[in-house]
Nanobody, 128 residues
Framework: QVQLVESGGGLVQAGGSLRLSCAAS????????MGWFRQAPGKDREFVAA????????SYVDSVKERFIISRDNAKNTVYLQMNSLKPEDTAVYYC?????????????????????WGQGTQVTVSS
C-alpha cells in the first residue's frame, strides 16, 4: 500500500557528510511516524532515528545523537537523514520505514516491529 524509495547514499571519507532522502508514495504520509534503520555486514538491523507524524519530535540511537538529524517535508512526502561527522562504523545499508500506526503519540522508543513498510535501502560507505 505504500512504497518507500531511499536515495543519497554513497562513498564518503570519515568526517564527511551525506544526506539521505526517502520518498514515499500515497496521500497519508503525514499521518505516520517515519524511521531510519541501518544494517552492517554481520550485524542485526539497528534503529537509527525516528520522527513523529508532525515532525515536532525526534529520537536517535545514542551512537548517532548530535551527529545525525532526521527531518521531514510532508508536502513532499519525503523524510531526510542528514549525517554529519561520519565514522567508518556508520557504514551500512540504510533503510527508511513507515510506522504501522497513525499519529503515534510517542516516538521516544521505537523498534523494528513498530514499522510495517520498508524501502530497499541505500548503501553508505565511510572510508578512513
Amino acid at each position: 500500500q505504500v512504497q518507500l524509495v531511499e536515495s543519497g547514499g554513497g562513498l564518503v571519507q570519515a568526517g564527511g557528510s551525506l544526506r539521505l532522502s526517502c520518498a514515499a508514495s500515497g496521500r497519508t504520509f503525514s499521518a505516520y511516524a517515519m524511521g531510519w534503520f541501518r544494517q552492517a555486514p554481520g550485524k542485526d538491523r539497528e534503529f537509527v532515528a525516528a520522527i513523529n507524524w508532525s515532525g515536532g519530535r525526534t529520537s536517535y540511537v545514542d551512537s548517532v545523537k548530535e551527529r545525525f538529524i532526521i527531518s521531514r517535508d510532508n508536502a513532499k512526502n519525503t523524510v531526510y537523514l542528514q549525517m554529519n561527522s561520519l565514522k567508518p562504523e556508520d557504514t551500512a545499508v540504510y533503510y527508511c520505514a513507515r510506522d504501522r500506526s497513525q499519529y503515534r503519540r510517542s516516538i521516544t522508543i521505537m523498534v523494528q516491529a513498530d514499522f510495517g513498510s520498508w524501502g530497499q535501502g541505500t548503501q553508505v560507505t565511510v572510508s578512513s
